[in-house]
Nanobody, 125 residues
Framework: QVQLVESGGGLVQAGGSLRVSCAAS????????MAWFRQAPEKEREFVAS???????VYADRVKGRFTISRDNAKNTVYLQMNSLKPEDTAVYYC???????????????????WGQGTQVTVSS
C-alpha cells in the first residue's frame, strides 16, 4: 500500500511561482510511475504531468514550458515546480502513483492506483 501526502500549495499572484511536493511511503517509490493531476471547481480532474521511473516526463499542453515535474528517489518525493502561474491554474493538485508499466495512457487517471488528498493552489489576478 502506498500513501501519498501533498504539501506546498497556497495563494500566489499571477506570474508567480510555487512548488508543490508529494511524499510517498510504502511500496518501492523508485519503481512507481508518478503524476500530478488537478481539479478546478465544477470541472473534471485533468492531467498535468507525469514522470517515469527512468525520469521520462510528459506534460499537458496547457502547462508545457511553465511547469516542471521531478522526483527524488532518495527522499521518496515528487515535485511540481510551477512558474508563470495563471488564474486558470487555480485548482486542487493531486499526486498519483501507478505501477512501473501500464497499458493506459499516462494522462488517464485509471492508470494510477494511489492518490493523495490534494493541495489547494490559488492564483490571483
Amino acid at each position: 500500500q502506498v500513501q501519498l501526502v501533498e504539501s506546498g500549495g497556497g495563494l500566489v499572484q499571477a506570474g508567480g511561482s510555487l512548488r508543490v511536493s508529494c511524499a510517498a511511503s510504502g511500496g518501492t517509490f523508485s519503481d512507481n510511475f508518478m503524476a500530478w493531476f488537478r481539479q478546478a471547481p465544477e470541472k473534471e480532474r485533468e492531467f498535468v504531468a507525469s514522470i517515469s521511473w527512468s525520469m521520462d516526463s510528459v506534460y499537458a499542453d496547457r502547462v508545457k514550458g511553465r511547469f516542471t515535474i521531478s522526483r527524488d528517489n532518495a527522499k521518496n518525493t515528487v515535485y511540481l515546480q510551477m512558474n508563470s502561474l495563471k488564474p486558470e491554474d487555480t485548482a486542487v493538485y493531486y499526486c498519483a502513483a501507478g505501477r512501473k508499466y501500464g497499458s493506459r495512457r499516462v494522462s488517464d487517471p485509471l492508470r494510477y492506483n494511489y492518490w493523495g488528498q490534494g493541495t489547494q493552489v490559488t492564483v490571483s489576478s
